[in-house]
């Protein structure tokens, strides 16, 4: 189960990257008042929101990964990963739509789609609340 979950949610930190550059370049050429949206304040704090998430889960990700390609026990490590990739996945995919507005929601975007995608991640290979336990076990707790 430590590689289904290590291998399966490689995907979606690629899915992160395609996510935040597609969202950065929105928020270049989107102009509103008179300037990009993406010299607004709350945009751009968004988007710098995504980039904390999707490199924080990258980092998680290749320890785990490192760990367990090692032969070393990696089950909170694995967990951690596991738990940071779904959680950003979903929370930059709501932060997307909300960059893009009402036409996040065309399928022309891809934004809609993405979304859709990140919400099963925090389900399958053990949902995050199955993740904080094992990672809560590994604490000796």
Not at 64 to 72: N, T, V, Y
Not at 78 to 84: D, G, M, P, R, Y
Not at 117 to 126: N, Q, W, Y
């Amino acid at each position: 189960m430590q590689w289904e979950r290590s291998c399966l949610f490689a995907g979606y930190v690629g899915m992160l990257e395609r996510q935040l550059a597609q969202a950065v370049e929105y928020a270049r050429t989107r102009r509103q008042g008179g300037k990009p949206i993406g010299k607004h304040q709350a945009v751009a704090h968004r988007l710098a929101e995504m980039k904390l998430r999707l490199e924080s889960a990258r980092l998680l990700l290749y320890r785990a990964c490192w760990l367990r390609d090692r032969g070393a026990p990696a089950v909170a490590e694995v967990s951690l990963a596991k738990l940071a990739i779904s959680e950003a996945a979903r929370l930059s995919s709501l932060d997307a739509i909300q960059i893009h507005g009402g036409i996040g929601f065309a399928a022309d975007y891809n934004v809609e789609h993405m979304l859709r995608d990140s919400v099963p991640a925090t389900l399958f290979s053990g949902t995050s609340e199955i993740q904080r336990d094992l990672i809560a076990r590994e604490m000796g707790l």
